[in-house]
């Protein structure tokens, strides 16, 4: 099954002609989540090959406009569409407050359901994967999640099977899915024939953060961060005061955090032109090579990988 990590909207508090505000889609399969909808999203989805009917939930990290500004637009359209399925939200607490302001002045036909959590909470089930958040540390209630696929089985070996004298059919499925089966009156499990389960994928997105090394615990061995970068590594008195980070320090947590890749965004206004943003990225990947700065509707998919 594909994943793909669709980046909507790669900039920091206000809208530039270059970046977007706040938004980035998961794709799996046929579905989609979006993690949040700054103003403008629903347009930056139409230039890609996310279809706003195919989200099936909205995870915003936290409440500051640049984050959920786009929210109300893109629920409307939404019912506009004809949409029928039910959408699941999650915030941090205060979400189901907001959409009570958001939703008041506009009826929407299909379901929605506000789930607020608030770190270290029972996981979800997200688009076929496991959702966990962290509180994080920004000005007011902020949340990185985190997306885990289950595991896969293991590799199944079909000469193996076929030795034990299992023809190929339905039985073969059966020892797939982990049951066992009786060829010839003799029992056959599947660990004869499957391989040690493999790891499914997982993403991690820190939301907006100052730097915050127990989120690279958070993120521990993740296939990709999507980390907050909003100023570069000079600037890290002004990122603690506004609790951001810079591209070093997010470089800084995937490195301890083991993950494969590395992805900037929220980058402030002053780096959207020229050398500023490649400057950026060059102290980060200094520390971690597998650095991206992805511009708005870049996207990267996700390999599963074989062991
Ligand atoms: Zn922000
Ligand atoms: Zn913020």
Not at 57 to 64: D, Q, S, Y
Not at 68 to 92: N, T
Not at 244 to 250: F, G, I, N, Q, V
Request: aromatic share 6%; hydrophobic share 40%.
């Amino acid at each position: 099954m594909n994943m793909e990590l669709v980046f909507l909207g790669t900039g920091a508090s206000t809208p530039t002609v270059s970046r977007n505000v706040s938004a980035m889609a998961v794709r799996r399969g046929g579905q989609s989540i979006l993690i949040d909808c700054g103003e403008g999203t629903q347009r930056q989805v139409l230039r890609t090959r996310v279809s706003l009917m195919s989200v099936e939930a909205i995870l915003l990290t936290h409440l500051h406009g640049d984050h959920i500004l786009g929210l109300p637009g893109a629920l409307l359209s939404m019912d506009l569409l004809g949409r029928e399925a039910p959408l699941v939200l999650v915030g941090p607490p205060g979400t189901e407050d907001l959409m009570k302001v958001f939703l008041s002045p506009f009826r929407v036909s299909y379901p929605v359901s506000i789930r607020e959590m608030s770190g270290g909470d029972d996981p979800l089930e997200i688009l076929g994967c496991r959702l966990t958040s962290l509180s994080v540390r920004h000005r007011g209630k902020a949340l990185a999640y985190r997306l885990d696929e289950d595991p896969r089985p293991g590799r199944f070996d079909l000469l193996e099977a076929r030795k034990l004298g299992v023809v190929e059919g339905p039985l073969f499925g059966a020892l797939q899915r982990g049951e066992s089966v009786t060829v010839n009156g003799r029992v056959i499990s599947s660990d004869q024939v499957l391989g040690k389960s493999r790891a499914g994928r997982s993403l991690v997105f820190s939301g907006d953060t100052t730097y915050f090394p127990e989120l690279g615990e958070f993120a521990l061995g993740a296939d990709a961060l999507v980390h907050e970068a909003t100023f570069a590594a000079d600037q890290a008195e002004l990122a603690r005061k506004w609790g951001h980070s810079t591209s070093l320090e997010a470089a800084t947590i995937a490195k301890a955090a083991e993950v494969d890749r590395l992805f900037l965004v929220h980058i402030s206004p002053r780096y959207h032109q020229g050398r500023e943003g490649r400057e950026l990225l060059r102290s980060a990947r200094e520390v971690f090579s597998a650095t991206d700065l992805p511009n708005d509707l870049d996207s990267y998919e996700i390999p599963l990988k074989e062991e």
